[in-house]
T-cell receptor, first 113, second 113 residues
Framework: EAQVTQNPRYLITVTGKKLTVTCSQN?????MSWYRQDPGLGLRQIYY???????DKGDVPEGYKVSRKEKRNFPLILESPSPNQTSLYFC????????????FGQGTRLTVV | KQEVTQIPAALSVPEGENLVLNCSFT??????LQWFRQDPGKGLTSLLL?????REQTSGRLNASLDKSSGRSTLYIAASQPGDSATYLCAVNGVGGYQKVTFGTGTKLQVIP
């Protein structure tokens, strides 16, 4: 089954404790992206990757890092999480451009206390 | 910077009614536009994708139109059903296809039986 898998689905952590949210797709898609969703602000793009070793900033990259060492994986790293990073995070992948045939993961709800 | 607006933020209609959801964007230089559906606690599901050269796309009871010059797209839902209740999001993709993606804040639709 074609899918984008995020882990964990739920995470509560403390300020400053480094964490990684994993994202994996099984469709050999070139394009992958991370978004955060906040009430009243909608989905905002954090980082995106057009292929292995090619990443670029979205609209809200501050406080986040990403890497794309393999085509299928695109982890999101929070080196020093802060409460303002409490949000619902989505990973997405697509075969060509950033929207065509896009698949989204189920989301990761992160709470930073 | 691209800005995407969806009006209304919420809509409640009786079952069977035809309805229109609106999406407007400030920069007409787009590659394509996608309408998504989001159910509570779940990820996004792609509905209709319109390339910048197209005027409309149809799938079943859904019809999406695009007027790039005026920066507008509409999603028409015919004969609404309670199962259509969800939040509907539109997203635009910048020129080139691999640019930043900008989402609207969504319209929450409730179809009353």
């Amino acid at each position: 089954e074609a899918q984008v898998t995020q882990n964990p689905r739920y995470l509560i952590t403390v300020t400053g404790k480094k964490l990684t949210v994993t994202c994996s797709q099984n469709m050999n898609h070139e394009y992958m992206s991370w978004y955060r969703q906040d009430p009243g602000l909608g989905l905002r793009q954090i980082y995106y990757s057009m292929n292995v070793e090619v990443t670029d900033k979205g609209d809200v990259p501050e406080g986040y890092k990403v890497s794309r060492k393999e085509k299928r994986n695109f982890p999101l790293i929070l080196e020093s999480p802060s409460p303002n990073q409490t949000s619902l995070y989505f990973c997405a992948s697509s075969p060509r451009d950033s929207l065509t045939e896009a698949f989204f993961g189920q989301g990761t709800r992160l709470t930073v206390v | 910077k691209q800005e995407v607006t969806q009006i209304p933020a919420a809509l409640s209609v009786p079952e069977g009614e035809n309805l229109v959801l609106n999406c407007s964007f400030t920069d007409s230089a787009i590659y394509n536009l996608q309408w998504f559906r989001q159910d509570p606690g779940k990820g996004l599901t792609s509905l209709l994708l319109i390339q910048s050269s197209q005027r409309e796309q149809t799938s079943g009871r859904l019809n999406a139109s695009l007027d790039k010059s005026s920066g507008r797209s509409t999603l028409y839902i015919a004969a609404s059903q309670p199962g259509d209740s969800a939040t509907y999001l539109c997203a635009v993709n910048g020129v080139g296809g691999y640019q930043k993606v900008t989402f609207g804040t969504g319209t929450k639709l409730q179809v009353i039986p």
